[in-house]
C-alpha cells in the first residue's frame, strides 16, 4: 500500500489562492485521494472536503521522470456562511458535486510529486446548459511514502 501526503491548492474556493491538505492511498491499480480547503473573513467562510477514485490508465516518461494518469469518479462538499456587515443573522448553504476525475502524478523524485486532479462535477442540466460547470482542479506538491 502507497500513501502521500501533499499540500497544494484548489478552485474550489472561487479564485481564492488558499492552502489545501491533500492526501492519498493506493494499492494495485487503485487510488484514492482526499483533500481539505476553506477560507474565513469576519463575514464569510467556505470549508470544501473532496474525495476521488481512481484507476491507474498509463504510465509514461516525461521529461525524464515517470507520469502516470488515473481516471475514476469524484466528488466535493462544501459549507458556505455569510454574514452582511452590521448584521448578526449569518446565512448558510451547502453543495454536492460528483462526476468523472482525472488525475496526472509526476513523480520527480523517489518520493516528491506533483500532480493536477480534477473533478467535472455533474448536477442540474441547466447548469450545463447555461455552461455553469461545477469543475474543481486541485494542484498538489507531495511526499509518497
Do not use: C
Not at 14 to 28: A, N, Q
Not at 40 to 45: D, G, P, R, W
Not at 52 to 65: D, G, L, N, Q, V
Amino acid at each position: 500500500m502507497a500513501m502521500e501526503l501533499a499540500i497544494g491548492t484548489t478552485s474550489s474556493t472561487s479564485g481564492k489562492i488558499t492552502p489545501s491538505l491533500h492526501t492519498g492511498f493506493g494499492w494495485g491499480d487503485s487510488f484514492l485521494t482526499l483533500f481539505s480547503t476553506g477560507t474565513s473573513t469576519e463575514l464569510y467562510y467556505q470549508s470544501t472536503y473532496g474525495l476521488s477514485y481512481y484507476k491507474k490508465w498509463t504510465s509514461a516518461e516525461f521529461m525524464f521522470a515517470p507520469l502516470q494518469t488515473y481516471f475514476g469518479v469524484g466528488g466535493t462538499f462544501s459549507v458556505y456562511g455569510f454574514r452582511d456587515y452590521g448584521s448578526t443573522t449569518e446565512e448558510t448553504a451547502n453543495d454536492l458535486t460528483l462526476g468523472p476525475a482525472f488525475r496526472a502524478q509526476w513523480q520527480l523524485t523517489s518520493m516528491l510529486y506533483l500532480s493536477i486532479e480534477a473533478i467535472w462535477g455533474i448536477r442540474s442540466l441547466d447548469r450545463h446548459l447555461l455552461l455553469h460547470f461545477q469543475d474543481t482542479t486541485t494542484l498538489s506538491f507531495g511526499v509518497n511514502f
